[in-house]
């Protein structure tokens, strides 16, 4: 047998137990890498809701066993009400109760920004009105620009902001160009967060989207607020 078949014949076996290597070791790490994704989504929804700070360094099992004590992730119709065998046209939503009261929900949103969608949680008080938190877990921003959108100062901002005016009309929170407090009436800042330098395309995407995202739940949080005016 000359030397270069047998360089192919040992080139060939390498390959094969190399990638049967790779297979069993990407099988063997689908569970590890599932588990990490779920401690991602739940330690956003965590952090939306108020219960976990961004600074916070929790291990896995903390975020999980906390989040398993206190939320609990249910689907909704369009018409708000509770369902038990979801669709792909359902709503998800991580509620707090106390008793059978819905303290605080969390909703997924994402909102096209320059480059990306923006992917995250915003959670609001059982009034469905108040603002209790925000998270922002994916995007492609420019870094400095509207990267930073995902950033504390950012997101504390939208802690307290008001969704909708006292005689219930939906108006979600607006991002301005510049600061509230220079551009807003003081009447109107419970509405709106200070944009992102230079991110003017960005803070417009998020606006929007979000708004567009609270509409599609306001069957619930018009349910929510008569059961909480009753």
């Known amino acids: 047998m000359s030397s270069n078949i047998k360089s192919f014949i040992f080139a060939f076996v390498m390959c094969c137990v190399v990638g049967l290597l790779l297979t069993l070791a990407a099988e063997g790490l689908k569970p590890l890498q599932a588990r990490n994704m779920l401690v991602d989504q739940q330690k956003n929804i965590l952090r939306a809701l108020g219960i976990m700070q961004s ?15 206190t939320v609990e992730s249910i689907y909704v119709d369009a018409a708000g009400s509770l369902v038990e065998q979801p669709s792909d046209a359902d709503l998800p939503m991580y509620v707090i109760r106390e008793g059978d009261s819905i303290q605080r929900y969390a909703i997924p949103f994402k909102a096209y920004g320059l480059w990306s969608w923006i992917h995250g949680y915003i959670a609001l008080d059982g009034d469905a009105s108040t603002v209790v938190g ?36 939906l108006v979600s929170v607006g991002v301005v160009k ?25 803070g417009v995407g998020i606006e929007r989207d979000l708004r567009t995202t609270l509409q599609q739940y306001e069957g619930f949080a018009s349910a929510l607020l008569k059961e909480k005016q009753s």
């Open 134 to 169: 925000m998270s922002v877990y994916k995007h492609a921003e420019t870094p400095g620009l509207g990267g930073e959108c995902d950033k504390p100062w950012f997101l504390n901002q939208f802690v307290d902001k008001k969704i909708r005016k006292p005689n219930g009309q």
């Open 178 to 202: 510049g600061k509230v407090v220079d551009t807003i009436a003081s009447d109107q800042q419970a509405y709106y967060v200070d944009g992102m330098s230079g991110a003017t395309i960005t």
């Open 55 to 69: 600074t916070d360094k929790w291990s896995k099992d903390q975020v999980l066993s906390v989040y398993t004590n």
